[in-house]
DNA sequence: TATTGTTATACTCTATAACTATA
DNA sequence: TATAGTTATAGAGTATAACAATA
């Protein structure tokens, strides 16, 4: 890239720092909103899955998820001491624990739903229905995942 | 919002935790990207702003970035010592740093700009060009600015 | 030996408040 | 007293490696 197109460049222009900078406030945001029940993004979409999808293994979780092991551990602690999930051993294989939502954690999930609303009123205000279905699109389209892609290059 | 429509809705169904996460994601992708030179998404944005807006006082940086004072301080503590900036007084008001990128960091930005480009194409890969602009569009009319909005409620 | 989950740790980013120096 | 910048510190998120228990 030359100096003059990086001059021309307004600071935004670039739309990978756009992402990093809105999803950041976007986090502090969502995390705001749930502080009153004392946690994070994570915390609240762990809740979702586990509502989604039923009791399930910690691996199972950290895949659907995306996050690291030793996140996981910390989220279930939490949720876990404030009664909204549950951890058992699986009979089966001693090693993994199921992990389960607690009614608590339904009526929590009521509560983080209500808080996400108000969040995403607030971020996207400005856009219209149809605008902001559009963006949910694309940034669903957005590559996050470790990529498995073929080394073409490098 | 009833159980029901809870446990219908898909755990990334949300935006603000969709764009949170993606955000996130793309912050840490950036960092890496730029880790060479041991700098982060907030080092890039400064850099482009003193490209593209000449030398100013820390003051009008900390407003057009949107960063906090303490956080610009680390920035341009990491940029001097790298010697891709300047910190030098104000002559009229000694009270004031005016801060500069140098040739050095002219050089910086250009391979952070060819790092940014390496970081969108992996987290863009699968829109097209209209679609990446279309998303550029409506992320940049997301609010992340704090906001001044007449108390219509709460 | 491999797998599941846990602990410990380090690094980054954000946010607040207290402080120095100038005005 | 007010403002520009700095320092110190606390809190949340991310990431890695070492570890215990079980298979």
Redesign the interface.
């Given at each position: 890239?030359s100096?003059e197109e990086?001059?021309a460049?307004?600071?935004?222009d670039?739309?990978?720092?756009?992402?990093?900078?809105?999803?950041?406030?976007?986090?502090v945001?969502?995390r705001h909103a749930l502080g009153v029940t004392g946690f994070g993004?994570r915390h609240?979409?762990t809740l979702?899955?586990l509502?989604?999808s039923g009791p399930m293994g910690q691996q199972a979780l950290i895949e659907?998820?995306?996050v690291d092991p030793s996140v996981l551990v910390t989220v279930l602690n939490d949720l876990e001491r404030d009664g909204l999930a549950e951890r058992r051993r699986d009979p089966a294989d001693r090693r993994r624990h199921i992990v389960e939502m607690t009614e608590a954690g339904?009526g929590a999930?009521?509560r983080v739903?209500?808080a996400?609303?108000e969040?995403?009123r607030?971020?996207?205000?400005?856009?219209d229905q149809d605008?902001?279905e559009?963006?949910?699109r694309?940034?669903?389209?957005?590559?996050?995942t470790p990529?498995e892609q073929a080394c073409t290059e490098e």
């Open positions: 890239m100096v990086i001059q460049a307004q600071t935004m670039r739309l990978g720092l756009l992402l990093a900078h809105h999803g950041t406030v976007a986090q945001r969502v993004a609240a979409v979702m899955h509502a989604e659907a998820l995306g339904a999930l009521t739903h209500d996400l609303t969040v995403e607030e971020l996207f205000g400005d856009l605008e902001i559009h963006l949910h694309l940034l669903s389209r957005v590559r996050t990529e």
